[in-house]
C-alpha cells in the first residue's frame, strides 16, 4: 500500500519553509526599516520567531524525507532512484546529496544553523543581515517547492512519487505498484569520504553567504567599516572548509576515481575552486584593511563578487548547461530558469547598491609603499583574482555557446581538448607568484620595512631555498623552466614562513602564528603538487624493452599493460603477475578466491565450496553460507622487485547494471612515493562465455597433449563412490579423472567425472575460468587403455592495467593538514577579536 | 605614472591574454568532414566530433575492432552528418563502449583515420532512470 501522508506532510512542510522565509524576510526588513526604537525591536523578534520556525520545518523536511529513505518507501522516486534495501545507515545519509533536490535541502539546513548561530551571537547586526539570509532561504526553497501555476514548474520536489515521475505501463494496471526494491546510490558514493565532503563542502559554500550579508547590510545601513570585523571570522571559515571539502573530494577521487589523480579541473572542480580562490584574496584584504584602512572598497568587491559566483556555479553545474563538459553534472531538473532568477536578483541588487554608494565609502588617497605590507598582500589578491578568471573564462564556455545562441548565433566552442594542460600551464605561474607573495609579504608582519633591512631579512630564506632547490633540481632532473621556478619559490615560501614562526613562538605569540603556519600549508601543498602531478611517471609504459622517448607522440606510447592470469610480466623494475578474481565478504578478512564460494538465488549469499585460510586461521569453511557484496570484484597482482619483498595490490571493478563498469584504484604507499594501480579493461564480465567447438582426444595416463596451448596430462583416474547431486545405484559407476595443466608457474587440476547410470553413458565437464579450458570425460576404453576426453576452449582471463608513480603526493596531503591549522588559529584569533570589541 | 596605474596596466593586459589563449585553446565541435579539412590545410588542432558507433541494417554495431594485444581499438563512427569514419584509440577499448548511445571523439585525423586522445560516452541511464527496472512483483 501507498504510503500518501508522509510525502504529504513533507510537501507541506517545505510549503510552510518557504512561506516562513518570506515573513521572516519581511518583518526583519521592517525592523531594518523602521526607525522607532520600540517598533524596531518588536519587528525583530518578530522575524526571529519567523525563523525559528521556519528552521524547525526544515529539520521537519529532513526528517521527513530520512524516514522515505530508511523505511524503503520505494513508491517515491527520491528513495526509489537514490536508495536500496541493503544499503548501510551511514550510508543512507549519502542518498541527500545523489539527488539535486537532497542537496539543495542540505544547503538549506546549512543555512539555517547559520543562521541561528549569527541570531545569537550578533545582536546589533541581526536585522539587516536577517534579511538577506531570509530571502537566500526563500529563493532556496523555491528549488524543492514543486508546485505548478499556470504550467509553470517551480522548483522539484524530493517527494514526488514514483508513479508521477515514471511512465510505465504497470502503474496502469496497478497505481498502487511498490518496486521491491530502489536502484541503490551510486556505488562510487558509498565511501566514507563521500559521508563527509559533501557536507563539509556544502557548509562551506552556504557560510560564502555570511560575509555577503555582512557587506550587503553595510552598505544598505551606511555602516561602511563596521561589517568587516565580524565578517572575517565567518570568511576564513567558509575559506577553510571548502579548502578541506575539495581536499576530501581530491582525496576520495584520488582513491576511488581511475583518472590517476585527484584533480582534473572539471567544470564541478572549477566552480568551487574559484569562488575559493577569491574568497582567499578577499580575507587578505579584510584583513589589511583591519590594520590601516586601506582596500575597503577592493574588499566590497572581492566579497560581493565571491558569493556571486557562488551562485554562478550552481547555476553552472545544476542548470544542465555544461552538457557532456562535466562527468558530474547534476541531470536537469528544469530549474534553469529558477536559477538563473536567483542568480540576477543578487547581481543586480549587490551591483546596484554597491553603485549607489560607491561614492560614500570612504578611501584613502595615498600610494601604497613596496616596502609595505599592504603592497605585497594587495599583489597576491590581484595575482589570485587573475587566477580565477582564467579558470572562469574556460569553465563558461558552453555558456557562450548558449548567449550565442539566444542571438541566433550559432557557436560550435568546446572545451580545451586538453583540460588540465589549458588550465594548469596558467595556474602555475600564479602559484609561483603566490609562493613568492606570501613568503615575502610574512616579513612586514613587525615593522616598516626599508630596502636594506628587507633584504638583510630576505638574504638567509632566499639562499637556502636556492640551494635546497638546486640540489632537488641536480638529484630529480627538473627540466620544465616553471617546475624550476615553482620548486625555488615553494621552498623559498616555506623557509621564509618557518622563520617567522619560529621567531613568533620564541616570543610566545602563538595567537598570531595562524597566518604562517596557513602559508607554510600552501607552500608544503604546492611542492607536492608539482610532485605528485608534474613528475609522475606512468611505469606500465611500453613494455617491450624498446628504449622509448617522452617526445614520442601520445598516439604512439602504450600507457596500459596485458596480463593473463598466472603469466608473470616484466614491467620497469617491477615483474608482475596477475593471480585471478577475488570477492570480498562481509565480515571475512583479506580477500578470498571466487572459487571458493558457490553462488545461490539470493544475489547476496553464497555457499562456501572450500575451507578458507587467511593468515594461518580457518575463517569459514565447506559449507557456511556467508554473505556477498556481489558488485565488487577485486584483481590480485603481485609485485616483485629485484631483493625486495613483493607486495600485492588489490584493484577492484564494479559491475553496475545502471553505469556498466567501474573501476577503482588500490595504492600501495611507499615512504617517497605512492604506486597506484588500477584496471584499464576486464573480459566484458556481461557477455556468457563462449566456448570453441568440442576437440575430442583419446590420451592414456601420463600423455601429454595441448589444450590452449597449455601442456596438459592425466595424471590418475579414480572410481569415486559420491557424486554431488546424482545419486548412484548398485549398477551405477562414476570415476574421475584427475587432469593437470602447466602454466608458467603453477599447476591447475580440473576433475571431469564420468559416470554410467541405469546404463547410459553421462558426464560431469569440469571447468576452469581462468584458463578457458572445458574439459568432459567422454568415455573408457579399456581394451586400448585409453580415456576419451573433450576439450573445449575460450578466452583466458586477463587484465588489462595501468601503474603510475607519483612521488612525495604525501606532502600534499600533510600540507592540507597544516593549512586546516593555520586556519583555525586564525578563526579562533579573528573571532575573539571581534569579541572583544561586540 | 602611480606603480597603482601600473599594475592596473599590467593586470588588464594580463586578462587580454587570458580571453585571447581561452578563444585559442578552446576546442570545436565539427563534423569529420570539417575535421578532415583542418588536417589537410596542416592544422594539428584537436577538435571535438560527435556521433555514434556505426551499425548495420539489423541495428548491430559493426567495426569495433580491438588490436590483438588488447591494448588499442578502432571503431567506425557516424557523425552527426552521417558521414562514417575509422577511428583509432590508443586505449583499451571503454568497457561500455558498444552500450553507448552516443559518441564525443576528441583529436585529430592523420591520413584517413582520426586520432582520438579521449572519448567521451553518454550511456543510457548512466546517471538517471529513465524506464523503471522492475525487479520482482511484491
Not at chain 1, 526604537?37 to 519567523?50: C, Q, S
Not at chain 1, 611507499?670 to 557477455?687: A, Q, V
Not at chain 1, 595501468?802 to 596531503?813: Q, R, S, Y
Not at chain 2, 576546442?27 to 594539428?44: N, Q
Amino acid at each position: 500500500m501507498i504510503n500518501l501522508f508522509i510525502g504529504n506532510l513533507g510537501h507541506v512542510f517545505v510549503i510552510l519553509s518557504f512561506v516562513l522565509s518570506l515573513a521572516a524576510a519581511f518583518s526583519y526588513y521592517r525592523a531594518t526599516k523602521i526607525e522607532d526604537v520600540l517598533a524596531k525591536k518588536e519587528w525583530t523578534i518578530n522575524g526571529r520567531f519567523l525563523f525559528y520556525f521556519h528552521s524547525f520545518f526544515v529539520v521537519g523536511i529532513v526528517v521527513v524525507l530520512f524516514l522515505i529513505i530508511y523505511n524503503n518507501l520505494f513508491e517515491y522516486h527520491y528513495a526509489y532512484s537514490h536508495a536500496s534495501k541493503v544499503l548501510p545507515v551511514h550510508y543512507m545519509i549519502s542518498c541527500f546529496w545523489e539527488g539535486q533536490e537532497g542537496s539543495f535541502l542540505l544547503w538549506i539546513f546549512w543555512n539555517c544553523v547559520l543562521g541561528l548561530i549569527l541570531i545569537k551571537t550578533n545582536k546589533t547586526w541581526e536585522a539587516p543581515i536577517m534579511v538577506i539570509f531570509a530571502v537566500v532561504q526563500a529563493f532556496l526553497a523555491s528549488m524543492i517547492l514543486g508546485i505548478s501555476f499556470f504550467d509553470i514548474k517551480i522548483g522539484s520536489s524530493p517527494f514526488v512519487l514514483l508513479r508521477d515521475v515514471i511512465v510505465d505501463p504497470i502503474f496502469e494496471i496497478n497505481p498502487d505498484f511498490v518496486p521491491s526494491d530502489g536502484t541503490g546510490l551510486n556505488p562510487l558514493l558509498q565511501n566514507y569520504w563521500m559521508v563527509i565532503h559533501p557536507p563539509t563542502l556544502f557548509l562551506g559554500y552556504a557560510t560564502t553567504l555570511i560575509p555577503f550579508a555582512y557587506v550587503i547590510a553595510g552598505l544598505w545601513k551606511k555602516e561602511y567599516k563596521n561589517w568587516i570585523k565580524p565578517a572575517v571570522p565567518w570568511a576564513i571559515f567558509s575559506t577553510a572548509l571548502m579548502a578541506l571539502g575539495q581536499l576530501m573530494g581530491a582525496y576520495w577521487a584520488y582513491e576511488t576515481l581511475s583518472f590517476g589523480g585527484y584533480w582534473s579541473w572539471d567544470p564541478v572542480e572549477n566552480a568551487v575552486y574559484v569562488p575559493w580562490i577569491i574568497q582567499v584574496a578577499s580575507i587578505h584584504t579584510m584583513i589589511i584593511f583591519k590594520k590601516n584602512n586601506t582596500a575597503l572598497k577592493t574588499s566590497i568587491i572581492l566579497v560581493i563578487t565571491t558569493f556571486i559566483l557562488i551562485l554562478y556555479a550552481t547555476f553552472l553545474t545544476r542548470s544542465g548547461i555544461l552538457g557532456n563538459a562535466s562527468v558530474h553534472s547534476f541531470t536537469d531538473l528544469g530549474l534553469s530558469g529558477q536559477l538563473l532568477i536567483y542568480l540576477l536578483v543578487f547581481t543586480f541588487v549587490a551591483i546596484g547598491l554597491s553603485a549607489k554608494r560607491w561614492n560614500d565609502i570612504p578611501t584613502t588617497e595615498k600610494e601604497v609603499s613596496t616596502y609595505s605590507r599592504e603592497f605585497w598582500i594587495f599583489m597576491g589578491a590581484t595575482v589570485l583574482g587573475l587566477m580565477g578568471f582564467q579558470v572562469m573564462a574556460g569553465t563558461s564556455i558552453p555558456v557562450y555557446n548558449a548567449i550565442l545562441e539566444q542571438f541566433g548565433i550559432s557557436s560550435n566552442m568546446a572545451p580545451p581538448a586538453d583540460q588540465a594542460l589549458f588550465y594548469s600551464k596558467f595556474q602555475i605561474w600564479g602559484a609561483i607568484l603566490i609562493a613568492i607573495f606570501s613568503g615575502t609579504g610574512q616579513f612586514f608582519f613587525w615593522r616598516n620595512m626599508d630596502k636594506s633591512k628587507l633584504w638583510n631579512e630576505l638574504a638567509i630564506p632566499v639562499l637556502i631555498s636556492l640551494v635546497v632547490s638546486t640540489v632537488i633540481f641536480m638529484i630529480a632532473g627538473i627540466n620544465k623552466i616553471a617546475y624550476i621556478l615553482l620548486l625555488t619559490a615553494g621552498i623559498y615560501s616555506l623557509v621564509a614562513n618557518s622563520t617567522i614562526l619560529i621567531r613568533l613562538l620564541k616570543k610566545k605569540s602563538f595567537k598570531l602564528a595562524g597566518g604562517s603556519v596557513a602559508h607554510i600549508g600552501i607552500a608544503m601543498m604546492l611542492l607536492g603538487i608539482l610532485f605528485s602531478a608534474g613528475y609522475s611517471k606512468v611505469i606500465s609504459l611500453n613494455t617491450s624493452g624498446l628504449l622509448f622517448s617522452k617526445d614520442m607522440s601520445d598516439e604512439m606510447n602504450q600507457e596500459n599493460v596485458l596480463l593473463f592470469v598466472n603469466e608473470p610480466k616484466t614491467m620497469n623494475e617491477y615483474e608482475l603477475t596477475y593471480k585471478g578474481k577475488r570477492i570480498e565478504l562481509a565480515g571475512v578478512p583479506g580477500f578470498p578466491s571466487r572459487k571458493l564460494i558457490r553462488k545461490t538465488l539470493d544475489d547476496h549469499t553464497v555457499v562456501a565450496i572450500a575451507d578458507y585460510i587467511h593468515e594461518g586461521e580457518r575463517v569459514f569453511e565447506r559449507g557456511d553460507t556467508l554473505t556477498i557484496l556481489p558488485e565488487n570484484t577485486y584483481f590480485e597482482v603481485e609485485y616483485k622487485k629485484n631483493g625486495e619483498e613483493a607486495f600485492t595490490l588489490y584493484p577492484r571493478a564494479q559491475v553496475n547494471p545502471n553505469m556498466g563498469l567501474i573501476v577503482s584504484p588500490d595504492i600501495r604507499r611507499l615512504p617517497g612515493k605512492d604506486l597506484y594501480t588500477h584496471i584499464s579493461s576486464i573480459p566484458d564480465p556481461e557477455t556468457t562465455t563462449e566456448w570453441s567447438d568440442p576437440v575430442t582426444n583419446l590420451v592414456s595416463i601420463g600423455e601429454q597433449f595441448f589444450v590452449n596451448d597449455f601442456v596438459t596430462g592425466i595424471k590418475k583416474i579414480q572410481k569415486i563412490d559420491v557424486v554431488d547431486g546424482v545419486e548412484l545405484g548398485i549398477e551405477d559407476v562414476a570415476a574421475e579423472a584427475l587432469i593437470e595443466v602447466q602454466v608458467k608457474n603453477r599447476t591447475y587440476e580440473l576433475k571431469p567425472i564420468f559416470i554410467i547410470k541405469d546404463k547410459m553413458m553421462g558426464n560431469i565437464p569440469a571447468v576452469e575460468e581462468e584458463l578457458g579450458i572445458k574439459i568432459s570425460f567422454l568415455n573408457i576404453l579399456p581394451q586400448e587403455g585409453k580415456f576419451e576426453l573433450a576439450t573445449e576452449t575460450s578466452q583466458r582471463d586477463y587484465i588489462i592495467m595501468k601503474a603510475i608513480e607519483m612521488p612525495f603526493i604525501n606532502v600534499l596531503w600533510i600540507g592540507t593538514l597544516v593549512l586546516m591549522m593555520g586556519f583555525t588559529m586564525a578563526i579562533i584569533r579573528r573571532y575573539k577579536e571581534f569579541k572583544r570589541t561586540a | 605614472m602611480k606603480k597603482s596605474h601600473i599594475i592596473g596596466i599590467v593586470v588588464i593586459a594580463i586578462a587580454v591574454f587570458v580571453i585571447i589563449s581561452t578563444a585559442g585553446d578552446a576546442s570545436t565541435y565539427v563534423t569529420f568532414d570539417e575535421a578532415k579539412g583542418l588536417y589537410e590545410s596542416g592544422s594539428g588542432k584537436k577538435v571535438h566530433v560527435v556521433g555514434q558507433l556505426k551499425k548495420d541494417e539489423r541495428g548491430e554495431i559493426v567495426g569495433v575492432e580491438p588490436s590483438k594485444d588488447k591494448l588499442t581499438v578502432t571503431f567506425l563512427m557516424v557523425d552527426n552528418n552521417q558521414v562514417a569514419n575509422k577511428v583509432f584509440y590508443n586505449k583499451p577499448m571503454p568497457p561500455d563502449l558498444k552500450q553507448s548511445e552516443q559518441v564525443v571523439v576528441i583529436g585529430s585525423y592523420k591520413e584517413d583515420i582520426f586520432y582520438a586522445n579521449q572519448i567521451l560516452l553518454k550511456c543510457p541511464s548512466k546517471y538517471e532512470e529513465e524506464s523503471l527496472q522492475v525487479r520482482a512483483v511484491n
